[in-house]
């Protein structure tokens, strides 16, 4: 059986060949060796592109998904006497340690009471 020759990220269009080469930069730090990391990243990429092939893609900011995995970290090592502690540790005021803690509390209420419905 003849295998396909499968283009190289030089021939792909630019955004899919910057996620070629940070897909398998990746699964290098992962432990993949060249070969693996460069075939499951070409894997991802070509799913990708025909799952939103003819689509305009727009990559909104990361920082409310930083924010909020920062969010979990600090309810997480809450221990309800440590809010100074979390406070200087995260640069922010004990006030918005608890304003976290709030809205964490709040949301996982919310989540768990709807896996209820």
């Known amino acids: 059986m003849t295998q396909v020759q499968r283009p190289k990220p030089h021939d792909a269009p630019e955004m899919l060949a910057d996620l ?13 060796d060249d070969e693996q990391a460069d075939e ?18 727009y990559f909104g900011s990361t920082t409310k998904m930083r924010l909020s995995k920062r969010d979990l970290d600090i309810f997480r090592e ?10 200087a540790k995260y640069k922010v005021s004990a006030v918005w340690i608890y304003a976290v803690l709030r809205r964490v509390r709040e949301q996982t209420t919310t989540d ?6």
Not at 40 to 57: M, P, S
Not at 112 to 117: G, N, Y
């Open 40 to 57: 499951l990243a070409l894997r991802i990429v070509e799913q990708l592109e025909n799952d939103w092939r003819g689509q305009q893609l």
């Open 20 to 32: 070629m080469d940070a897909g398998a930069a990746i699964a290098r730090e992962f432990g993949l």
């Open 112 to 117: 768990a009471q709807q896996a209820l419905l």
């Open 78 to 87: 809450f221990t309800g006497n440590n809010v100074p502690e979390l406070a």
